[in-house]
């Protein structure tokens, strides 16, 4: 049964009850692992993900005997569990679409993290993903960010991450189709939409993947909405980290 992607009327809200420019309700911890050396758990809606973060380590050595490289390798992992989508699906390591998140996070990370501090070394990732409803590799860059941040490692900003729509599908046709922030699922799966993620306060895109066709004239209002959101996301994320530099703070001084 197709979604019903109409608004209702009166006041012009969409299915979960949401105007077109507002955020799901987003929760996220740190420190949630203590074995790990960076950890985060986040809840974007219904969408939930675990990340932690192992390293730098030492790298293993290349097949001719010489270092990996002179800078820092960041390696990314994501499991998805299979009572997390509504098919029960359990997807391999060979999943394409994985393995394109996996090199997406992994790009954006090797740009933005100080990898030349830590030579020959390894940063490990490991995404665990709890359930399924929507923006999930926003969520995964969301939670990627957040425990490198614990774990210690330098960065030059957030990376932060959003979805954004559009209010017709590309069958459709509609040039005039308005723009909508953080799809969920049901909304990704009949409507044309695309990640971005920024990195910190301003609109410098370091993240952009579109999974769905739309037409070139809605793209433009969709990164608009999309760069808004990520604004948004980045100040919840600041209250998360700084929240537990104050609580580490009062331990160490009480």
């Not at 939930?48 to 490289?69: F, H, M, Q």
Request: negative net charge.
């Amino acid at each position: 049964m197709p979604l019903d992607t109409s608004s209702y009327s009166l006041a012009l809200l969409r299915l979960d009850g949401r105007r077109w420019n507002e955020l799901r309700r987003m929760h996220a911890q740190i420190s949630t692992q203590a074995a790990a050396d960076g950890s985060s758990y986040l809840e974007m809606g219904n969408t939930k993900v675990i990340c932690t973060v192992a390293g730098p380590v030492e790298g293993r050595k290349a097949a001719g005997g010489g270092a990996s490289g002179g800078e820092a390798q960041v390696q990314v992992e994501i499991g998805i569990a299979g009572f997390s989508g509504v098919d029960r699906k359990r997807r391999g390591r060979g999943d394409k679409r994985t393995s394109e998140m996996q090199t997406t996070i992994s790009n954006a990370f090797s740009s933005t993290l100080f990898t030349h501090i830590y030579p020959h070394s390894l940063i490990s990732i490991n995404l665990h993903v709890l359930s399924q409803d929507g923006s999930l590799l926003a969520a995964c860059l969301n939670a990627t960010t957040l425990a490198l941040i614990d774990a210690g490692i330098p960065m030059s900003d957030y990376i932060v991450s959003c979805t954004a729509g559009s209010t017709s599908s590309y069958s459709g046709n509609d040039e005039s189709a308005d723009p909508l922030l953080d799809l969920s699922g049901l909304e990704e799966q009949e409507l044309p939409f695309l990640t971005v993620g920024t990195l910190g306060a301003g609109e410098k895109v370091s993240v952009m993947v579109m999974e769905t066709r739309v037409q070139i004239g809605r793209l433009e209002g969709m990164l608009a909405v999309a760069v808004d959101g990520c604004k948004q996301v980045r100040e919840i994320l600041d209250q998360v980290v700084r929240r537990q530099g104050k609580r580490i703070l009062q331990i160490t001084t009480g």
